[in-house]
């Protein structure tokens, strides 16, 4: 196993477009988070699934963004109509985690860098 | 709300020196994580505690669950060691709220 994977890594576009980021997760975690940083600060949590079930959501994510995971493998995080604030390294994680326990180590992807012109 | 800070926020040393990043955070945890973040952004976890002391290699943690404070050591620092220190807790749920960081450089 390579660990987790994300797609693109750098992406970038003009506002207003929309955009779609990839995670794949280390294959036996039933956990996938997505964080995201700016520059200089610490990484904000913004949503995490558990299987395919979407179990929390920050307020950070707003109407615009929205994350699935179909069968509980990958992930999908989908932007629209970007915004110059948007700007920001996007970062997945997984990790394995027993029903209502707490999680273990989470496994970081490598991120994907999205600069909106 | 939980707040996590760190301190310093920028850290140099010499190489061979006893380093010291300190984390304090404002509501109880389950668990508190020590992850190293290199330049163009990976991100490795370190540690993950919720008690007591862990040692791995020349890098050590401790939390104090009382006093609501972890510290990070690195023992005869060496420049592979420069990278970002990060440090995040965990509260029931499975978020990570994530302090802002402590930058090393160690120098040769």
């Known amino acids: 196993d390579t660990g987790v994977s994300q797609d693109p890594r750098h992406k970038i576009t003009k506002r207003g477009q929309n955009v779609t980021f990839r995670c794949d997760p280390i294959?036996?975690?039933?956990?996938l988070y997505w964080y995201r940083q700016t520059l200089g600060q610490g990484p904000e949590f913004l949503t995490y699934f558990q299987n395919e079930a979407q179990l929390e959501k920050s307020r950070l994510l707003s109407d615009r963004f929205s994350a699935e995971r179909p069968k509980g493998s990958f992930s999908t995080l989908e932007i629209q109509r970007t915004e110059q604030g948007d700007s920001a390294m996007y970062l997945c994680a997984s990790s394995f985690g027993l029903h209502g326990g707490a999680t273990g180590t989470q496994y970081f992807g490598p991120g994907t860098r999205l600069t909106v012109l | 709300k939980n707040e996590v800070e760190q301190s310093p926020q920028n850290l140099t040393a010499q190489e061979g020196e006893f380093i010291t990043i300190n984390c304090s955070y404002s509501?109880?945890?389950?668990?508190l994580h020590w992850l190293q973040q290199h330049p163009g952004g990976g991100i490795v976890s370190l540690f993950m505690l919720s008690s007591g002391k862990k040692k791995h290699g020349r890098l050590i943690a401790t939390i104090n669950i009382q006093e609501k404070h972890s510290s990070l050591h690195i023992t005869a620092s060496h420049p592979r060691d420069s990278a970002v220190y990060i440090c995040?807790?965990?509260?029931?749920?499975?978020?990570?709220?994530f302090g802002t960081g402590t930058r090393l450089q160690v120098f040769p």
């Open positions: 995040a807790t965990a509260y029931n749920t499975d978020k990570l709220i």
């Open positions: 294959s036996e975690h039933n956990r």
């Open positions: 509501v109880g945890i389950s668990a």
